[in-house]
């Protein structure tokens, strides 16, 4: 069955500061991954995603992402965080190639971003 | 714009009633989404509807029940069955159902049962 998990609930780092927020995944298929955001009281909103193109993705607010079959990881980066990044990231596999593609989230990783 | 709306943003209820929460999308999506979110555990699937007149099960259903009378709304009703409905509510559509589309969500409804 596949799963996703999110190695860390909680990150903080300092404003101008790289950002990585770690993900590893199982999946029986080719899976197709994203990375959604939320802020407080907020809907989720699509960062990014892989499908099985290019393994390394560019998503928005300059965040991007490298699918590693062979560490089976999906790591989120920016390489310099601002303070409207503070914000709770969920990491999602989908792998059900041709039928419903229920989404399964990972826990979450809060970040947090300092003066 | 085109998108999803979930209405109200905020809701309180007594023990023992049925509620109902809306969600409406005007993106032309087939496919809609369920989903409660609990502080530390992500987001879990309540049902999904792949076309009108259809739905299924997912994770968690028990306590729920769904309608998807017309393509672009999917109201659930938290019934008085669900034993700790108190939660954040949030809908989602898709164009498909198929795994590489995305979804897009909703800004959610906050369910308080007292």
């Known amino acids: 069955a596949q799963s996703v998990t999110q190695l860390d609930s909680h990150v903080s780092v300092s404003e101008g500061t790289p950002v990585l927020l770690r993900c590893n995944y199982s999946?029986?298929?080719?899976?197709?991954l994203f990375w959604y955001v939320q802020h407080p009281n907020k809907g989720l909103q699509l960062l990014l995603k892989?499908?099985?193109?290019?393994?390394l993705v560019k998503g928005i607010n300059g965040f991007e992402a490298e699918f590693k079959k062979s560490e089976t990881s999906f790591h989120l980066t920016k390489p310099s965080a601002h303070m409207s990044d503070a914000a709770e990231y969920f990491c999602?596999?989908?792998?059900?190639?041709?039928?419903?593609?229920?989404?399964?989230f990972g826990k979450g990783t809060k970040l947090s971003v300092k003066p | 714009d085109g998108g999803i709306t979930q209405s109200p943003k905020y809701l309180f209820r007594k023990e023992g009633q049925n509620v109902t929460l809306s969600c409406e999308q005007n993106?032309?999506?087939?496919?809609m989404y369920w989903y409660r979110q609990d502080p530390g555990q992500g987001l879990r699937l309540i049902y999904y509807?792949?076309?009108?007149?259809?739905?299924q099960k997912g994770d968690i259903a028990e306590g729920y029940s769904v309608s998807r009378e017309k393509k672009e709304s999917f109201p659930l009703t938290v019934t008085s069955a669900q034993k700790n409905p108190t939660a954040f509510y949030l809908c989602?559509?898709?164009?498909?159902?198929?795994?590489?589309?995305?979804?897009?969500f909703g800004p959610g409804t906050r369910l308080t049962v007292t």
């Open positions: 989602a559509s898709s164009k498909t159902s198929s795994p590489s589309y995305e979804q897009y």
């Open positions: 999946s029986s298929y080719s899976p197709s």
């Open positions: 892989y499908t099985s193109a290019a393994t």
């Open positions: 509807s792949q076309i009108v007149n259809d739905f």
């Open positions: 993106l032309n999506h087939d496919a």
């Open positions: 999602v596999v989908s792998d059900r190639e041709g039928s419903q593609g229920n989404l399964i």
